[in-house]
């Protein structure tokens, strides 16, 4: 059975033989200028601002950048499958992505190829959800076999962030709610409650035991990894 084909590239590459197929240009970015919001948006593939925007400042790492869209975009692939992938057309409304689309995004193609650039993460999810997909003009092979741990450590990762912005937001509340008694404890109750579920973190590189330092670490002491005690991180 032939399976539908969906090109991902970047908007630059229109005029490159096979970048584009026949049909609509949608946009799965963040933040598109004018000119790159196409015919629609693909809002399942389109990256978390707020993760987008900690990448460029360099407070989120590529890793992190990556597992938090792959945790978004894998914890149900069947909302990407053909026919069931949509595109928000603005005034016509949701459409399925069609057999021949293009998804686009701005980066370089050095970018994409360099893994840097979230259409090709994008790219591998598609494949795996039953498309033919084609990558800045080149068919898309998977190799190996799925990589189940990899898929977990990325939702994992992506959960223990969430609850780690959770944990930030009751500690700002409760500091502007202290003339509020009730308010205040049950704020404190709530934090009791994520304190456990947060594990522990490196206070010099922000490594974790779902995402230790490149070549493994352990722990020298609460809150500071061997990497670290031993001055292997900067």
Do not use: K
Not at 46 to 70: I, N
Not at 79 to 87: N, S, T, V
Not at 134 to 143: A, N, R, S
């Amino acid at each position: 059975m032939t399976r539908p084909t969906v090109y991902l590239s970047n908007w630059a590459s229109d005029r490159t033989p096979g970048h584009h197929g026949p049909g609509r240009r949608l946009t799965i970015m963040a933040h598109p200028r004018q000119w790159e919001h196409g015919d629609g948006r693909v809002e399942a593939l389109v990256p978390m601002a707020r993760d987008l925007m900690l990448y460029r400042q360099g407070v989120q790492s590529l890793a992190d950048y990556r597992a938090r869209y792959d945790a978004m975009v894998l914890r149900d692939l069947s909302r990407l499958a053909p026919g069931q992938l949509l595109a928000d057309c603005g005034e016509q409304g949701l459409s399925a992505v069609h057999d021949g689309d293009t998804l686009c995004c701005g980066c370089s193609r050095d970018d994409a190829a360099a893994g840097r650039c979230h259409r090709v993460w994008a790219a591998h999810a598609l494949a795996r959800a039953g498309w033919r997909v084609v990558l800045d003009g080149e068919d898309l092979v998977e190799d190996g076999p799925r990589d189940v741990a990899g898929e977990l450590r990325a939702r994992l990762v992506h959960a223990r962030a969430i609850l780690h912005e959770l944990a930030d937001l009751v500690d700002d509340l409760v500091e502007e709610v202290e003339d509020h008694p009730e308010l205040h404890g049950r704020l404190l109750e709530l934090r009791q409650d994520v304190e456990p579920h947060l594990g522990m973190a490196c206070e010099v590189c922000g490594c974790t035991e779902l995402d230790a330092c490149p070549g493994g670490c352990g722990w020298a002491a609460d809150h500071l990894c061997t990497s670290c005690a031993t001055g292997g991180t900067t």
